[in-house]
């Protein structure tokens, strides 16, 4: 069982900037892929940013390209989202969650449902 929490959230003015952080329970975290989601009243949780589990394939969503970076240090079991040029249609519980298995070999599945373990969500508003 891993345990995930995120940390980092918060309100910041529109062109701001927030590092969120995912911190795992267990040094197994190391052999998972790790992807950030975000849910904004009233729709669906949807994935932002992922990164397998060496660092080096990141995927992002078309919304974040050139915005937001995905990365991790496995040495701390954390993963993090550096957001920055924030925008307010950004605002949104942010979640970060791990998985591994075939469906993570190649182009990382951006499913929820293929994501084992999940955080607790961390508050992100970006206001006008």
């Known amino acids: 069982q891993v345990q995930l929490v995120e940390s980092g959230g918060g309100l910041v003015q529109a062109g701001g900037s927030l590092r969120l952080s995912c911190t795992a329970s267990e040094r197994t975290f190391s052999s998972y892929a790790v992807g950030w989601f975000r849910q904004a009243p009233g729709k669906e949780r949807d994935v932002v940013a992922a990164i397998n589990w060496s660092g080096d394939r990141p995927y992002y969503v078309d919304s974040v390209k050139g915005r937001f970076t995905i990365s991790r240090d496995n040495a701390k079991n954390t993963a993090y989202l550096q957001m920055n040029s924030l925008k307010p249609e950004d605002t949104a519980v942010y979640y970060c969650?791990?998985?591994?298995?075939?469906?993570?070999?190649?182009?990382?599945?951006?499913?929820?449902?293929?994501?084992?373990?999940w955080g607790q969500g961390t508050q992100v508003t970006v206001s006008s």
């Open positions: 969650a791990a998985g591994r298995g075939p469906r993570f070999y190649g182009v990382l599945t951006t499913k929820p449902d293929d994501y084992v373990y």
